[in-house]
């Protein structure tokens, strides 16, 4: 071990701040701060003045609360919050978000949404995961370095109230608060650990390209007994068209689009098949190590089609029929060349040169971790606090923030830390967070903004 920090008065710090951590996590996931449009945005107000009050009772004094007015309307509200360290010492910038998901359906749930419940060592409830363990990671390592003596580095504290819905504000917010939020290492704590006991950091994300696709053969609907032959109707052809986009082992086969294997954890097929619940006899589609498919070569769904419902279907050869796709963009691809390569294929692939044309489309850019000093330090960091080896991750989803962090900021060291693990179930019913894992990670960020100063 490089660094032989002695751990007692770090976990006797933590042990110190643990229950009220705990008890302030509790009442911030009691605010249904669900920043969805169609919930009480009064609800992000009060879970925004709460983090307010709990950052004011972890020594932090210079705490605004930001609702940034764009050109696309009014942000929800934000904290951005700092606290001076030693003159000279470097800036940490911590991230986390305070709004969350909607609670979805009741019945996905063993317990209300918004009453966190402890069973088995885990807290259940919308949020207590994600991210508002972000918020209390954050808040705790505060605590414990006072507890152990002050801060050993300047700490900034950026805690968003609209990640859930894909940040609409966040690039012009980080221009307008540029000064405020300018840092020399910024940690994430918002992503999820490899599993239970296996700390991480998550070093690659996928991007995402959203087209929608409309299929035309026909400049109006025909008799299918009169007219049915000469002519495929659309779905047939959209069906046709679709099936393209991947080959006979079911990997991505649209030319120009780019991925990788160099995975660092193994992911077991049986793994796999049980936590998605892949049906018996359904084989895997792709090549390459399931890690490297999940995280680091493209994927593409269909995730919507437009047709004539069975119900109204009647003998017609269907003209015109509409769909989505969802195409996850292999970290170092830039989105707009993927979706490029994507419209390309598509319109070259048209089957019976039917009429391809396109409607709106959302880019989404990946990010990749470039090696830096303070990525060793965080692993460390992790090592120590877990007592076992981190292992690099990527995510198969995106967030799309952090690769605009990385370009209004290219010069902070990014770190993107997990709260979560595999049975946290972030956006679904009965998430849940696992409370010791939640200790180690609190320990963890103690440890590192400590070694930061060093
Ligand atoms: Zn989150």
Redesign the pocket.
């Known amino acids: 071990m490089e660094n032989m920090t002695d751990l007692a008065p770090f976990n006797a710090a933590i042990d110190a701040v643990l229950p009220g951590i705990r008890s302030d996590l509790e009442d911030l996931v009691r605010i249904p701060s669900v920043s969805s449009p169609a919930f009480d945005q009064a609800e992000l107000d009060r879970s925004a003045s709460k983090v307010k009050e709990i950052l004011e009772a972890s020594g932090v004094s210079d705490i605004d609360i930001i609702s940034l007015e764009t050109e696309t309307g009014r942000g929800r509200p934000a904290i951005l919050a700092h606290r001076p360290g030693p003159e000279g010492g470097p800036t940490v910038l911590l991230y ?2 305070h709004d969350v998901q909607p609670p979805g359906d009741r019945s996905t749930w063993d317990t209300e949404p918004f009453e966190p419940v402890e069973k088995d060592g885990r807290l259940y409830g919308r949020g207590t995961a ?2 508002k363990a ?1 918020v209390l990671v954050h808040v705790g390592a505060l605590r414990a370095l006072d507890a152990m003596g002050g801060l050993p580095v300047s700490v900034s504290l950026f805690i968003e109230g609209e ?2 819905i894909g940040s609409p504000t966040f690039v012009d917010f980080l221009h307008a608060h540029r000064e405020q939020l300018k840092a020399d290492v910024i940690v994430v704590a ?1 992503s999820t650990n490899w599993k239970v006991g296996i700390p991480s950091l998550t070093t690659s994300l996928r991007g995402l390209v959203g087209l929608e696709v409309t299929v035309d053969v026909l400049d109006h609907a025909l008799h299918s007994g009169m007219y049915g032959g000469p002519v495929l109707d659309a779905v047939t052809v959209a069906s046709r068209l679709i099936a393209t986009l991947h080959d006979e082992d079911g990997a991505v086969a649209v030319d120009g689009l780019h991925g990788y294997d160099r995975a660092q954890v193994d992911y077991p097929e049986g793994q796999l098949r049980a936590d998605m619940g892949v049906l018996e006899g359904v084989e895997l589609a792709g090549r390459g190590s399931i890690a490297s498919r999940l995280w680091t070569q493209p994927a593409l769904a269909v995730i919507g089609f437009d047709a004539t419902p069975v119900e109204t279907s009647s003998n017609t050869l269907i003209p015109s029929c509409r769909f989505e796709l969802s195409l996850r963009v292999a970290p170092g691809q830039d989105p707009a060349d993927a979706h490029d390569a994507l419209t390309k294929h598509l319109v070259d692939h048209a089957p019976f040169g039917a009429r391809v044309s396109f409607g709106g489309r959302e880019l989404g850019p990946a990010f990749q971790a470039v090696e830096t000093d303070v990525m060793k330090t965080a692993r460390q960091a992790l090592a120590d606090a877990w007592q076992a080896e981190p292992v690099d991750i990527g995510v198969g989803g995106s ?1 799309p923030f952090i690769a605009d962090l990385a370009d209004v900021f290219p010069e902070a060291k990014i770190l993107v830390t997990g709260i979560e693990d595999p049975d946290t179930r ?1 956006h679904a019913g009965n998430e849940s967070l696992h409370l010791e894992e939640f200790r180690r990670a609190i320990l963890a960020e103690t440890i590192l903004l400590t070694r930061l100063a060093e």
């Open positions: 986390a978000h994600d991210d972000g990640e859930e918002d967030i972030a």
